[in-house]
């Protein structure tokens, strides 16, 4: 191919791989896989400088406005970091930095390198007025409201902190630049809430951050608990000579500096650092991919400058995805308790990070279908954003009989492995579903394993394996039946369980006293609260959160049964996926038939306002909804408040809405319809007032 038509593919393409990655915080492609093309691209263009093209992504930081937010102009420019994976790019990047010095002695700052999105934070008169996005790095995304709800940012700098420094700087007006990310057991604890509910999960922790902080809604984004580390401060009359003395002041006033930077001297010593992190980084609470190297004096980053992307005074060393490769031994189809089909990857086991990988996840029907891949085939594993093992390629370094090779293609199956009920794909939708709800063996077993869950009905004494016994011998039909179990029923009965991950093989057998254990665990699990019970019964889409508020919505299981689509919709967070979800659930025979057993099981079927202690009837019947985020309140606090005082969620503006409560950052087309529909707007102060009048 001709360099032009070489330069042209890439620019394009690398053009698109930006858009997804800035715009719908999606990576089609692996980091390490667009800096190689990228670099790919620079060499091209530096050889046949005539062809490279204006919209050339090598000069050009990354990403973009949306419409969705306002779009501000960033007083300095926000710029990106060049990159390296290889040490010894990085000796021929000092041995640059000592010629732009000419001799002269220098220290740098080395720093973790978080993987989030960078934020430029603005302070006046001592409180925070602004936040935005980096965008195209000469404008950003007005996000203020989002970024607000992080809790470890200082709003307002009350006092100076700082003996070294004058109020004045703390008073004039300055920039802080930070990576906002979202804390790993946040994503973790996300990600269960969205398998439990049968939702597709979030793929990283970076990708996840970027996509909450461009949400509309601040209120959602409080409930994600974002953070922020903060790296530099940036002022008109910089106070400071050096990038030391910029951390330990910002620390010092309050703000989060991560305790993880060091100051030294030789290159060598950033090799040692880089060596220190390269395994400890991923006890950290955020996700790092590398580590930044920076000149620590402020004078000598003048003298060095900048290129129209990046600073030449800082340089980003990025960690490699430990990659090895493997025999592909078999493909294996899991059945959800939702009855998605989830195709995976058995392997020949290789260690990865620290772990022994047996299995990987191959996603869909789409990515099998991508990778292109034959059972025996040598194949790449790779550590996702370091957490799920993941299947990148085929290693064509191992060749194969093409013959051998075809026969045995990947082929994505047509019937549920189960039940041979025929799949189906849901359009839009990646995954393929079995949809014989009522009698596909694992998706009832799943349910049953959803219901005895910690978060559901917490019968610990019971687990998978267990289950399975139960099931296999035909003791339990589905979880209801557990109500049913009596001592006879199961003593004696013994079982070899494997362990699907591990491979370590378990005896279970039903001794007298694990039969007592389990016959309590059902017994206690009655007293499981109505949220708890209605969790448990895993309706789509209804999770532990949807749950607790349909349950305090509606109080009982009859009214939930009677139901309809705009009551439903009335209800905090519930939309009309929800909606029609529990309308279906409880329209089907088998359901109704299973809810009507656990009845009369004597579980608890309504509400108890155990939480919401009843402080005043001064709400009484009337509607609230709220927008924007308030100072005396969090979100859970203010609808507690508003419901132990008698008043009632709803989740819409309309006709029927009494109040809509208006915080800071309200969304405008709240706003918008609550005006033409003249439903009342009420501040927080003349909320609190309705809750004390008399
Ligand atoms: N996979 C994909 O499809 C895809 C697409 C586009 C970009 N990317 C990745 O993103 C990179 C480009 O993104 P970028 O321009 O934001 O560069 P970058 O993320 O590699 O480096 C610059 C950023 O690092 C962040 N950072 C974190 N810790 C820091 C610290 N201590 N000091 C200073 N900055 C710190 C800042 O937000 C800064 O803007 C590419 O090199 C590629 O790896 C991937
Ligand atoms: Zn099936």
New binding site residues.
């Given amino acids: 191919m001709a360099a032009i038509d070489r330069i042209n593919e890439l620019t394009d393409l690398?053009n698109h791989?930006?858009d997804?990655?800035?715009q719908d915080a999606?990576?089609?492609?692996?980091?390490?896989?667009?800096?190689l093309l990228?670099k790919e691209l620079e060499k091209l263009e530096e050889a046949n400088p005539e062809s490279k093209r204006a919209d050339s992504p090598t000069h050009r930081?990354?990403?973009t406005v949306t419409k969705s937010f306002e779009a501000v102009k960033h007083k300095y420019p926000?710029?990106?970091?060049s990159?390296t994976y290889s040490e010894d790019e990085l000796r021929e990047w000092d041995d640059r930095i000592k010629k732009g010095l000419n001799g002269e002695e220098y220290e740098y700052i080395c720093?973790?390198?978080?993987?989030?999105?960078?934020?430029s934070l603005t302070y006046e008169n001592g409180i925070l007025t602004r936040g935005v996005t980096?965008g195209d790095g000469s404008q950003g995304d007005d996000i203020t409201t989002n970024i607000k709800t992080i809790r470890s940012l200082p709003l307002k700098i009350s006092k100076n902190k700082n003996t070294d420094l004058s109020d004045e700087v703390w008073k004039s007006t300055f920039e802080i630049?930070g990576?906002g990310f979202m804390p790993t057991e946040v994503f973790e604890r996300i990600n269960q809430e969205k398998e439990d509910i049968g939702e597709a999960t979030l793929a990283n922790p970076r990708n996840a951050a970027a996509g909450t902080f461009k949400m509309q809604d601040s209120a959602v984004v409080a409930s994600r608990g974002l953070d922020c580390?903060i790296?530099?401060f940036m002022s008109d009359n910089e106070p400071f000579k050096t990038h030391e003395e910029s951390l330990i002041a910002l620390k010092k006033q309050g703000f989060k500096v991560?305790d993880s930077?060091q100051k030294v001297k030789t290159i060598e010593e950033v090799i040692a650092y880089i060596n220190h992190w390269s395994e400890k980084r991923h006890s950290l609470s955020c996700a790092t991919?590398?580590i930044?190297i920076?000149i620590n004096s402020y004078a000598q980053r003048e003298d060095l400058g900048f290129t129209s992307k990046?600073p030449r005074w800082?340089i980003?060393y990025?960690y490699k995805a430990e990659s090895k490769s493997t025999i592909l031994k078999n493909v294996t189809y899991q059945v959800g308790r939702t009855g998605a089909i989830t195709p995976v990857a058995e392997l020949e086991p290789v260690e990865l990070s620290m772990t022994t990988v047996r299995r990987a996840t191959l996603h869909n029907a789409d990515e099998i279908e991508r990778l292109g891949i034959a059972i025996g085939d040598k194949v790449f594993v790779e550590k996702a954003g370091e957490i799920i093992p993941k299947i990148t390629g085929v290693d064509a370094s191992f060749i194969r009989n093409a013959d051998d090779r075809e026969a045995n293609k990947v082929i994505f199956p047509t019937a549920c492995p189960a039940c041979a009920t025929t799949l189906v794909r849901a359009e839009g939708e990646a995954a393929y579903y079995c949809p014989n709800e009522a009698l596909c063996p694992p998706q009832i077993k799943g349910r049953v394993e959803h219901f005895i869950q910690r978060k559901a009905m917490n019968i610990d004494s019971l687990g998978e394996g267990k289950i399975e016994i139960l099931m296999n011998n035909d003791i339990i039909k589905d979880a209801a039946d557990l109500y049913k179990l009596r001592s006879e029923d199961i003593l004696g009965i013994e079982k070899t369980h494997v362990d699907e991950v591990t491979g370590k093989e378990r005896k279970i057998s039903f001794k007298e006293k694990t039969v007592q254990n389990i016959l309590d665990g059902i017994e206690k699990s009655k007293e499981q609260p109505f949220s708890k019970v209605l969790f448990g019964m895993g309706i789509r889409f209804v999770g532990e959160t949807t749950a607790q508020k349909l349950a305090s919505y509606f109080k009982t299981m009859e009214n939930l049964k009677k139901a309809t689509v705009e009551e439903l919709l009335q209800v905090p967070d519930v939309g009309e996926k929800v909606a029609i979800s529990v309308i279906s659930y409880f329209k089907e025979p088998v359901n109704q038939i299973f809810v009507e057993k656990l009845e009369n099981s004597g579980l608890k079927m309504e509400a108890e306002n155990i939480v919401l202690e009843l402080e005043g009837n001064s709400l009484d019947g009337k509607t609230f909804l709220y927008t924007g985020t308030f100072e005396g309140y969090s979100r859970e606090e203010l609808e507690q408040k508003i419901e132990a005082n008698g008043g009632k969620l709803v989740s819409g503006v309309s006709k029927k809405l009494d109040f809509l409560i208006v915080g800071e950052g309200a969304g405008p087309s709240k706003l918008k319809k609550a005006e033409t529909l003249g439903v009342k707007m009420i501040s927080e102060e003349e909320f609190t007032g309705l809750i004390n009048q008399i």
Avoid at 26 to 35: G, L, M
Avoid at 111 to 119: A, Q, R, V, W, Y
């Fill in positions: 690398l791989y930006n997804r990655y800035y999606v990576s089609e492609i692996s980091d390490q896989e667009f800096d990228l930081v990354g990403g926000m710029l990106s970091l990159n720093e973790i390198k978080f993987d989030g999105i960078s934020l980096r630049r990576e580390f790296y530099q991560s930077w991919d590398g930044v920076k990046s800082a980003a990025k």
